[in-house]
Nanobody, 120 residues
Framework: QVQLMEAGGDLVQAGGSLRLSCVVP????????MGWHRQVPGKQRELVATISKSGTTYYSDSLRARFTISRDNAKNTVYLQMKNLKLEDTAVYYC??????????????WGQGTQVIVSS
């Protein structure tokens, strides 16, 4: 079982910035693809960004200009830097861990989520 511990969600004014973090204890963090997703009540969870073990990033087209995903393997932590936040960024943000193990298959774990509220 892999545990993901998110932090950083907060109430922030529109136009402001916020940085989310997700710590994954253990010795497999640096092998995993990490990601951030978000979900609004009543809607499907949507991909925000991912970062591979080698640091290759992928972003939702609508968010790439304002959001930056990064990782610090020495700290077993993945970050999501969000700037120029908009009301529509209000959501619960979830950290995701994905690791393919030969002969076993994909391991896929989620954090509990951290709430981001953007106010006008």
């Amino acid at each position: 079982q892999v545990q993901l511990m998110e932090a950083g969600g907060d109430l922030v004014q529109a136009g402001g910035s916020l940085r989310l973090s997700c710590v994954v204890p253990g010795d497999t963090f640096d092998l995993a693809t990490m990601g951030w997703h978000r979900q609004v009540p009543g809607k499907q969870r949507e991909l925000v960004a991912t970062i591979s073990k080698s640091g290759t990033t992928y972003y939702s087209d609508s968010l790439r200009a304002r959001f930056t995903i990064s990782r610090d393997n020495a700290k077993n932590t993945v970050y999501l830097q969000m700037k120029n936040l908009k009301l529509e960024d209000t959501a619960v943000y979830y950290c995701n861990y994905k690791l393919w193990r030969p002969g076993i298959g994909a391991e896929n774990y989620w954090g509990q989520g951290t709430q981001v509220i953007v106010s006008s």
